[in-house]
């Protein structure tokens, strides 16, 4: 088991810049999430998807973020036009496809706007 | 929208036992979960409790789980320094896949 992989581990940018970020999902999970935690704060939820398909969109996912997962492996969240709002913690989780069975987190991409 | 409360903080001497607090609103809560976080790091799932359970242990950890007063609470039994870490409540409402999270407590362990 090798774990929930995102890459980079770190981006700095400056404002106004696109970023994306990667996630690999553990193997055989076909569900994966994508979660926003700035400091001093819990993650809270932007989107998940069960296999290619996105299901379920948070409010904080403004037009500037978009996610994909186009062969149900890995994904990307990309932003554009970054903002200083934008500094965070971003990470990626995934599972099985049942809500019982618990998400598995990987270690973030922490994002500094500059 | 529903919510996850936590005390921010707490303290303890190597080899107390810990307990971390929870509150969360969400009647319809089906599973309640504890992740920790170490510095510059994800979060590791330590724990999960189903809502008609009101008690689990693994190891060093028991969940405690209080339905009707909506309050869930993490007891580490015989604390060492390599639990320093902050540590997170999180729930989930039946029909959901999107976590809930606390805002995290903060575990020092004294020497």
């Known amino acids: 088991d090798t774990g929930v992989s995102q890459d980079p581990r770190h981006k700095i940018t400056k404002r106004g810049q696109n ?3 990667r996630c690999d ?12 935690q700035t400091l001093g704060q819990g993650p809270e939820f932007l989107t998940y998807f069960q ?35 934008d500094s965070a913690m971003y990470l990626c989780a995934s599972s099985l496809d049942s809500p019982i069975q618990p998400q598995h987190f990987g270690d973030g991409t922490r994002l500094s706007i500059l | 929208g529903e919510d996850v409360e936590q005390s921010l903080f707490l303290s303890v001497r190597e080899g107390d036992s810990s307990v971390i607090n929870c509150t969360y609103t969400d009647s319809s809560s089906t599973y309640l979960y504890w992740y920790k ?19 689990k242990q693994d190891q060093r950890l028991t969940v405690l789980l209080n339905k009707k007063d909506k309050h869930l609470s993490l007891r580490i039994a015989d604390t060492q320094t390599g639990d320093s870490a902050i540590y997170f409540c999180a729930e989930i409402g039946a029909g959901s896949y999107q976590l809930t999270f606390g805002k995290g407590t903060k575990l020092s362990v004294i020497p």
């Not at chain 1, 999902?25 to 926003?36: A, G």
């Not at chain 1, 037009?63 to 990307?76: H, I, M, Q, V």
């Open chain 1, 19 to 21: 970023v994306t970020f």
């Open chain 1, 25 to 36: 999902p553990i193997s055989e999970h076909n569900r994966l999430y994508w979660y926003r």
């Open chain 1, 51 to 85: 296999n290619e398909a996105q299901l379920e969109k948070s409010r904080l996912l403004s037009d500037r973020f978009s996610a994909e997962r186009p062969k149900g492996s890995f994904s990307t969240l990309e932003i554009q036009r970054t903002e200083q709002g």
């Open chain 2, 37 to 55: 976080q170490e510095p510059g790091a994800g979060l590791q799932l330590l724990t999960y409790i189903f809502s008609n359970m009101d008690m």
